[in-house]
């Protein structure tokens, strides 16, 4: 099922079931592509505006890579539903028999790996989401500095909730090397995460 082609509102229905995915992963990636939306409408907003001629080169790339990011993060809404749809299916596999039990443990592994992977992924995604969203909430239109700032707070929040995603998985995950990898990774992402303080505050002297 691809939840992009449907309403926010079946998708909030299938979040609240009590299937398990969509989950926290599938929440962080909206959570995120918001975030972008709001990114790219200050550039939009600012773009061409007498005040902020100086800005328009800059925030064309801006502009571009948020409406990227939008896509790339809604594509993985689906993504980290489905990896996680294939962990519960390795579960689910016979461990009648030793060799049924090895079989069963390594698909679990590799199912975990990419269930891992992939909100690693989102949250990749979201804190350059943040980064763009400082440049737009400080310099970008000033009727549209909240937006700038509600942005950087989407952002933030849908790449914490992705770490949460990320090491619920490597909990489980056999692979000392890969966790360690991974977790490595993850240590600029939650550095990248205390930005948001800054930019709002910097938001507030310009409301």
Do not use: W
């Not at 490595?184 to 310009?206: F, G, M, N, Y």
């Amino acid at each position: 099922m691809s939840y992009t082609d449907h309403s926010i509102a079946d998708f909030l229905d299938q979040l609240a079931s009590a299937s398990p995915a969509p989950g926290g992963g599938s929440a962080a990636a909206l959570a995120g592509a918001l975030g972008a939306a709001l990114v790219a409408m200050v550039c939009r907003l600012t773009i061409g505006r007498k005040n902020y001629q100086h800005l328009d080169q800059e925030f064309e790339k801006i502009l571009t890579r948020a409406d990227d990011l939008r896509a790339d993060l809604m594509r993985l809404m689906d993504e980290d539903a489905e990896a996680y749809s294939h962990v519960m299916e390795a579960y689910q596999l016979p461990k009648e028999s030793e060799q049924a039990k090895t079989t069963r443990n390594a698909a679990i592994q590799d199912a975990l790996k990419v269930a891992a992977e992939i909100p690693l992924k989102v949250a990749t995604a979201c804190a350059e989401v943040l980064a763009m969203s400082e440049a737009v909430a400080t310099q970008g239109n000033k009727n549209a500095a909240s937006d700038g700032g509600a942005g950087a707070l989407m952002a933030e929040a849908a790449m914490r909730a992705a770490i949460l995603n990320v090491e619920i998985n490597l909990g489980l995950i056999q692979d000392d090397a890969f966790v360690n990898a991974v977790r490595t990774a993850l240590e600029p992402l939650k550095r990248a995460a205390s930005k948001r303080q800054a930019i709002l505050d910097s938001v507030q002297t310009r409301l």
